[in-house]
């Protein structure tokens, strides 16, 4: 009966790890990382908020449209996943490499260009490939 108890409270911690790991990451930074890993969530947060109240309209101010909208969310995505999770399954879980911090800063540019270029998309003529 104690046997039972002590095989399944450790696999119980091990399970709690383990949904613990996939809720806020695999990687648990300290220091000043931590912190902006707090804070971009918590902007990410605010930002959902914005663009989901009247607020904006109400304003005249802050007025986002849906592509860029969609964009500065994959940027914040991009960004907290390559920050929360490690690259590799070598990376070290307790900071984050430099190579991870290269992806990080790449990652939400090329999701931000996507809002930020977005007329000179759609205003460009069509390749002749694909003119029908």
């Not at 907290?80 to 490499?97: E, G, H, I, N």
């Amino acid at each position: 009966m104690t046997e039972d108890k002590n095989r399944s409270s450790g696999t119980g911690v091990d399970l709690d790890d383990m949904v613990a790991s996939s809720d806020t990451g695999a990687r648990k930074p300290a220091g000043m990382p931590g912190k902006l890993l707090v804070s971009i969530a918590a902007a990410w947060s605010l930002f959902q908020l914005w663009i989901a109240s009247p607020v904006p309209f109400v304003l005249g101010f802050g007025v986002f449209s849906a592509t860029e909208a969609r964009s500065i969310h994959l940027a914040f995505a991009l960004f907290l996943a390559y920050m929360a999770y490690p690259a590799l399954k070598r990376s070290p879980r307790d900071r984050v490499p430099i190579q991870d911090w290269c992806w990080q800063r790449q990652r939400p540019f090329v999701a931000l260009t996507c809002s930020c270029f977005t007329s000179s998309y759609l205003s460009a003529p069509a390749p002749r490939s694909c003119r029908m």
